[in-house]
C-alpha cells in the first residue's frame, strides 16, 4: 500500500508559485528582445515589418512552437514529479 501524499506546506507553494512568476517574468523580457530582433530582420527582408502575410506567418510560426515546448516542459515536470513522489 503506498503513502498518502503529503500536502505541500505554505512556504512550498509561495516559493513555487514566486519561482513561476520569476520564470515568466525573464520569459517576457527574452520575448521582447528577440521580438525587437525578429522586427528588425523583416525590415531587411521585406522593406518593412508591418507587412501582413510575413507578419501572420511569424505569429503562427511562433504559437506552434510555443505550444510545443509547453508540452514538453509539462511532461518533464509531471516526469520530475513522480519520480519525486515515487
Known amino acids: 500500500m503506498s503513502e498518502p501524499e503529503k500536502e505541500p506546506s505554505v512556504r512550498e507553494q509561495i516559493l513555487d508559485k514566486m519561482s ?3 520564470t515568466a517574468a525573464f520569459g517576457l523580457v527574452a520575448a ?15 522593406g518593412t515589418s508591418d507587412t501582413l502575410i510575413p507578419m501572420v506567418i511569424y505569429a503562427t510560426i511562433v504559437t ?3 505550444v510545443i515546448l509547453t508540452i514538453i ?8 514529479k513522480s519520480l519525486r513522489l515515487g
Do not use: G, M, Q
Open 20 to 22: 513561476a512568476l520569476i
Open 64 to 66: 506552434i512552437i510555443a
Open 32 to 46: 521582447l528582445a528577440w521580438n525587437d530582433a525578429i522586427k528588425a530582420i523583416f525590415k531587411e527582408i521585406f
Open 73 to 80: 516542459v509539462a511532461r518533464a515536470v509531471s516526469r520530475a
